[in-house]
């Protein structure tokens, strides 16, 4: 069974930093991609960064180009999203889902299987 767990959300201020995680069991990271994506109140799910599978590639909303950096340990099964200077349009709750061709691009529609979500606050 593929089971996705996202933490590390949380209430920071303004230019500040939190690494999220994405524990993942069920396929290996061989075969499968992640993407993380994020949700805010009131707006539709966009695509904030995704990894391809055996992390050749990785992708990146130009909003949080040179600010997010995405990674893998394979060793345990965990995807990461590291966030610095974090702004308050961050604010949403962010996804993690994998992608079960390996692609990692960041189309919603590539991905089938979905964590719960964790809340990202940024407070001005």
């Known amino acids: 069974e593929v089971q996705l767990v996202e933490s590390g959300g949380g209430l920071v201020q303004f230019g500040g930093s939190l690494r999220l995680s994405c524990a993942y069991s069920?396929?290996?990271?061989?075969?499968?991609?992640i993407g993380w994506f994020r949700q805010a109140p009131g707006k539709g799910r966009e695509g904030v960064s995704g990894?391809?599978?055996?992390?050749?590639?990785?992708y990146y909303a130009d909003s949080v180009k040179g600010r997010f950096t995405i990674s893998s340990d394979n060793a345990k099964n965990t995807v990461y999203l590291q966030m610095d200077d974090l702004k308050p349009e961050d604010t949403a709750v962010y996804y993690c889902?994998?992608?079960?061709w390996g692609r990692g691009a960041l189309r919603e529609g590539l991905y089938d299987y979905w964590g719960q979500g964790t809340q990202v606050t940024v407070s001005s």
């Open positions: 889902a994998a992608d079960t």
């Open positions: 069920g396929f290996s990271f061989d075969d499968y991609a």
């Open positions: 990894i391809s599978s055996s992390a050749r590639s990785t």
